[in-house]
């Protein structure tokens, strides 16, 4: 017995050493893994990094580039487009008018009731709608359908009283994010589609005329009296209630930003037609490029994969289209070189799979044990990570954010500084005191900003660290919701009352 015991005990001993032993490597196994992903988690923070002085430096690259755009046509990566919006509402315009807006992700149809004084605008119905996905590689003729039977439904709400009352015909502003060349403010034929957007038959095609040609075919008494850009509306809207707005910037599926430019500044432009001295020019920014511009392997492989490929390569490191994405690659990459988020899954190597809304989700996540990042991972068929990973998908959420916040403020100041309203005097002028400097509002719209609190802190943070608290103080962000389809409205009424004052 005594011999079996010591057996036994000789046995147990080896067990728990080779236990031991296993234990060891599998904890060594793991060091090893996490140091790998926390080497790659530091190249992320590396490559994504945008310190002061490389602002700065886009900030001169944006002023410069928009100053060749308004030389000569084809001159910049910013188109810098000309509206035909010289005159902005004030506050004085009076009827009903209607906007429809097509944006990236939502369309929007507004009916909107002006009484003569700003404190009497009405928003007498809205509507917002998803955009079919089945739309964006449809052809003209069926989304321009689509939008005019959404009218129509719209319209027909109003009832059959309204309708016989009205004895003048409807008019409608479009409101168009998408880059368009205008010949008018009522017409403009489309440069490119963005946004995920590819009907490829209507580039050149008049935008005005494919919807009119649609509320024709249905018979709708609907005349589309007016084709704005989604930033030129938001400016407007922002205008009317403040006439210190100067600027616009959209930061939603894309991201797009105009700004009030005066005309003898517009150089490719021999003879623009104003009575106000000044014109608002649609930048089309998304374009914008510069050697100073951190892009890393997740930029150029989510560009290669994108529809538009060697296009729109700003828009692609802040639009709301692409930040989830960027997201999805870093995590994708990790999964590859270590087995933390456990097996590879399909589903994460969808791309687009992971939308903005979910980072911001992620990243907001104030729980304890981080439930929000956890369902959100076990949606992209990553169940059970541990806390740490979960707390490391936080980080990377973080990072991928504050670098597209932080280019957006460098934008914004791009065109503070065009304008001679950064502090530095702009194109020339000597720089300005505090005295001197003046109240400047830039309209800022879209779900980007609006629904995600870091990046608005992130972004506000940067326009103070570039401006400089001086001047960032008079210097607004002013945050607005459904401003670039009220705004289309506005400018519409706006260039009646033109009409109007003109013929007296």
Known sequence: MGKVMVMLTAAAAVVACSVAGVMVRRRVKD?????????????????????????????????????????????????????????????????????????????????????????????????RHSIPTSLLNSTSEVLFDFLASSLQRFIEKEGKESISSQDVKRELAFTFSFPVKQTSLSSGVLIKWTKGFAISEMAGEDIAECLQGALDRRGLDIHVAALVNDTVGALSYGHYHDPDTIAAVVFGTGSNACYLERTDAIIKCQNPRTTSG?????????????????????????????????????????????????????????????DIFGPISSILSTPFVLRTNSVSAMHEDDTPELHEVATILKHLGVPKVPLKVRKLVVKICDVVTRRAARLA?????????????????????????????????????????????????YMDEALREILGDDVARLVVIKAMEDGSSIGSALLLASSHSVRTVSNI
Do not use: C
Not at 432 to 449: F, H, I, N, P
């Open 409 to 457: 403020a460098a934008g914004i100041s791009g065109i503070l500084k065009k304008v001679g309203r950064d502090g530095s005097g702009g194109e020339g002028r000597r720089r300005s005191s505090d005295k001197q400097m003046r109240r400047t509002v830039v309209a800022v719209e879209g779900g980007l900003y609006s629904n995600y609190k870091m990046f608005r802190e």
């Open 278 to 338: 000044s014109m608002v020019v649609n930048m089309e920014w998304g374009n914008f490029w510069s050697s100073r511009l951190p892009r890393t392997l997740y930029d150029i492989e989510l560009d290669a994969e994108s529809l538009n490929s060697n296009d729109m390569g700003f828009e692609k490191m802040i639009g709301g289209m692409y930040l989830g994405d960027i997201v999805r690659r870093v995590i994708l990459r990790m999964s590859q070189e270590s």
């Open 31 to 127: 060091r090893r893994k996490w140091r790998k992903v926390v080497g790659l988690l530091k190249d992320l923070e590396e490559s994504f990094e945008t310190p002061l002085g490389r602002l700065r430096q886009m900030v001169d690259a944006v002023a410069v580039e928009m100053q060749a755009g308004l030389v000569s046509e084809g001159g910049s990566k910013l188109k810098m487009l000309l509206t035909f919006v010289d005159d902005l509402p004030n506050g004085s315009e009076r009827g009903t008018y209607y906007a429809l807006h097509l944006g990236g992700s939502y369309f929007r149809i507004i009916k909107v009731h002006l009484g003569g004084q700003r404190s009497t605008l009405e928003v007498q119905d809205i509507e």
